[in-house]
């Protein structure tokens, strides 16, 4: 299509190439959520961009970051902080080598936190 020149209905503007590994994540668990409804995709395609994505190992640290930063605000100060730091000492180490997320180790700082409001309501 050149400058200037009318654009017809249906007709592809632009394509959009995603290189954060959650957010293929997401666009391909979505795609396999419309298939599922009745939707028409290339069901090939869906499954082995959805693979893929689930063998890239800095998925979770990526999903983290992303539920973090929306939490970050609501949390108190102190047990953001300690998430914060527990989840640094794992993130410099996961670029260099192969390292499974701390899920047990931030599951645990929010148990902590949470007990003494857990305690409160017996």
């Known amino acids: 299509m050149s400058e ?10 632009a394509s959009l190439d995603l290189d954060d590994p959650s957010a293929r994540c997401a666009a391909s668990l979505n795609a396999a959520r419309m298939i599922l409804a009745g ?3 290339n069901v090939d395609d869906v499954v082995h961009n959805f693979i ?5 190992l800095e998925l979770p ?13 609501r949390l108190p100060k102190d047990l953001r902080y300690e998430l914060e730091a527990k989840f640094k000492e794992y ?14 180790v931030l599951r645990g700082v929010l148990e902590v936190s949470l007990l ?4 409160l309501s017996r």
Do not use: N
């Open 4 to 13: 200037g020149q009318a654009m017809q209905a249906g007709e592809l503007i």
């Open 61 to 73: 640290f990526l999903q983290w970051q992303e539920c973090i930063s929306v939490l970050a605000t």
């Open 91 to 104: 993130e410099g180490i996961s670029s260099l080598q192969t390292v499974d997320f701390p899920a047990r």
């Open 116 to 119: 003494p409001h857990f305690l």
């Open 52 to 56: 893929s994505c689930l063998t890239v």
């Open 39 to 41: 939707y028409d995709h």
